[in-house]
């Protein structure tokens, strides 16, 4: 079966990344000339494992409400570790 891959450079560190489109977490941001900055009035941009870890621990931190997709324990390698899952036979 084919997976649907999103290709995108992420809208906090601006590196390029890949992740499945369905569970990738994103940011409200906008498109600000040059690179995206965080506005909670813009559209949501998807953003790489490593900002959204850290996003995922500032939540934690803050006590903010995190969603239940992304508190499963496997929510990272399935959003983002897509090319492994290929390789795997
Ligand atoms: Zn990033």
Redesign the pocket.
């Known amino acids: 079966m084919a997976h649907a891959i999103l290709a995108f450079c ?6 390029p ?1 890949l992740a499945n489109p369905m569970l990738v977490m994103s940011i409200p941001a906008r498109w600000h000339g040059t690179e995206y900055v965080p506005d909670p009035d813009g559209s949501r941009e998807p ?2 494992e ?2 959204a870890r850290q996003l995922l621990q500032r939540f934690e931190r803050d006590r903010l409400p995190i969603p239940k997709i992304v508190r499963e324990a496997d929510y990272f390698e399935r959003a983002y570790h897509i090319a492994h899952d290929q390789q795997d036979s």
């Open positions: 992420c809208a906090a560190c601006f590196m990344a953003i790489c490593s900002c």
